[in-house]
């Protein structure tokens, strides 16, 4: 069964069925990061919790979702069986990306849960909040899944950042690597999907910025394994490519947690 949906799933993804067709926020909204990704309010580049799990996002309800990949059945396997399926080539040019014009504004409700995706991300991922009435989380405590540090988060002007929301693949590198194909709904899908989403802290998701496994991964080695299984599925869920560097990276780093189950984004169905 797997293996009809893997191949249906390939099938998309080469067109055979058709065409598939950021800095700071405002630091008083509690804004986060993505380095070159700037966009008024996003991240750059994650997915995740704080324990670590990364898939979830709170509420599960059903809205303005959009992956290509719709069939939970595809990810029920290792992540990196997973990775053997996904298609190998060279970086797309980055000409005529735009974060906001090709992904949209962040952060959306795409879930329709009456919270925007920032605050479903900082409930999820963090311990010890205090939300108000409208979502916004005021303040709460965020082991950073990257350096394992502990982070004592207050919203602010001058707080908010130090506490960030990365796209594990970072929209920038999902450009070069496929998303061009995408329609715009499912670019907005991808940028608000839980499973490619973490809370961080500040510092390492302005490192990042929008590298991909090649050339940058968490500081927390004990994190490494999560960190690429959900790349592998956000890019299958995606329909996106790796490059042979990436793919490189990315088996060496799964071969240490061969029977790691690969994550699946409550928008196919996950929790």
Not at 27 to 41: K, L, Q
Not at 71 to 94: E, I, N, Y
Not at 196 to 201: E, G, I, Q, R, T
Request: hydrophobic content about 35%.
């Amino acid at each position: 069964m797997l293996v009809l949906v893997v191949a249906g799933y390939l099938a998309v993804h080469n067109g055979l069925l058709g065409p598939i067709a950021d800095a700071f926020s405002s630091a008083a909204t509690g804004g986060s990061s993505g380095g070159t990704e700037s966009n008024g309010g996003s991240s750059g580049d994650g997915s995740g919790t704080g324990t670590g799990t990364g898939s979830g996002s709170g509420s599960g309800a059903v809205g303005d979702e959009s992956p290509v990949v719709t069939d939970p059945a595809v990810f029920d396997t290792t992540a990196l069986a997973l990775l053997a399926t996904l298609p190998v080539k060279g970086r797309a040019p980055s000409t005529g990306y735009d974060r906001v014009g090709d992904f949209g504004e962040a952060w959306t409700d795409v879930d329709r849960n009456g919270c925007d995706t920032r605050e479903d991300i900082l409930t999820r991922d963090l311990t010890a909040t205090d939300i108000a009435a409208d979502c916004d989380v005021e303040s709460g405590t965020l082991a950073s899944p990257y350096t394992g540090e502990t982070i004592a988060f207050t919203r602010g002007y001058d707080t908010s950042a130090e506490v960030q929301i990365d796209h594990m693949v970072a929209l920038s590198d999902a450009w070069q690597t496929g998303a061009q194909q995408l329609t715009q709904a499912q670019r907005v899908s991808l940028a608000n999907d839980p499973v490619n989403l973490l809370a961080v802290d500040g510092p390492s998701n302005q490192q990042k910025s929008d590298s991909d496994a090649a050339s940058w991964l968490p500081a927390n080695k004990s994190y490494r394994c999560t960190y690429v299984a959900h790349q592998v599925s956000v890019k299958v869920e995606y329909a996106l490519w790796v490059t042979p560097a990436e793919h490189e990276a990315m088996a060496r780093i799964l071969a240490a947690c061969p029977t790691m189950a690969a994550p699946v984004s409550p928008f196919v169905g996950g929790r």
